[in-house]
T-cell receptor, first 110, second 113 residues
């Protein structure tokens, strides 16, 4: 079992661009959550998807949106990138009390 | 609003020392508390999960305690090794329905040989 996988590993974008990050959950997990971790900070909850719908959302602007597919994989989209969006984006999949984090995608906005 | 604080922010110890990392949270109404390890630039590895009804959990050289009424948890690492060098994050889950975790900023541990 590969656990949670995320792609790409690293990404460099410029201000104003749009980006899509992808996450494949651990086999058997049906819920995907996304977190943003700025340098030197703890992860901040962005949103969670279950049954292809956004179930819970943290304090992030509408520029951050997502999607969950029928196979439970998920995408995180960020529009109109700002310098402050530079961070490690972590995906976590879960089923009941079992939660597993992926390795993250490092996004740099120039 | 739930806030999680971790002290100290950084810690350096020689190999073999026992050490304690601290985590405090402002609202005692939590569902569970979890300790994670994060290597530089990497994802999170769950170390220990303590349910709100539990007082402690142990795994190998690691022991985590929870005092919900005082809003505190500690992670005890026995006989530290250079391989323990990493950032340790504490996170609380505030309810069962959602799985949103609220994290502290972490304690960066360096164990020298």
């Amino acid at each position: 079992d590969a656990g949670v996988t995320q792609s790409p590993t690293h990404l460099i974008k410029t201000r104003g661009q749009q980006v899509t990050l992808r996450c494949s959950p651990k086999s058997g997990h049906d819920t995907v959550s996304w977190y943003q971790q700025a340098l030197g900070q703890g992860p901040q909850f962005i949103f969670q998807y279950y049954e292809e719908e956004e179930r819970q959302r943290g304090n992030f602007p509408d520029r951050f949106s997502g999607h969950q597919f029928p196979n439970y994989s998920s995408e995180l989209n960020v529009n109109a990138l700002l310098l402050g969006d530079s961070a490690l984006y972590l995906c976590a999949s879960s089923l009941g009390g079992d939660m597993v984090f992926g390795p993250g995608t490092r996004l740099t906005v120039l | 609003k739930q806030e999680v604080t971790q002290i100290p922010a950084a810690l350096s110890v020689p190999e073999g020392e026992n050490l304690v990392l601290n985590c405090s949270f402002t609202d005692s109404a939590i569902y569970n508390l979890q300790w994670f390890r994060q290597d530089p630039g990497k994802g999170l590895t769950s170390l220990l999960l303590i349910q709100s009804s539990q007082r402690e959990q142990t795994s190998g050289r690691l022991n985590a305690s929870l005092d919900k009424s005082s809003g505190r948890s500690t992670l005890y690492i026995a006989a530290s090794q250079p391989g323990d060098s990493a950032t340790y994050l504490c996170a609380v889950k505030v309810n069962q329905a959602g799985t949103a975790l609220i994290f502290g900023k972490g304690t960066t541990l360096s164990v020298s040989s």
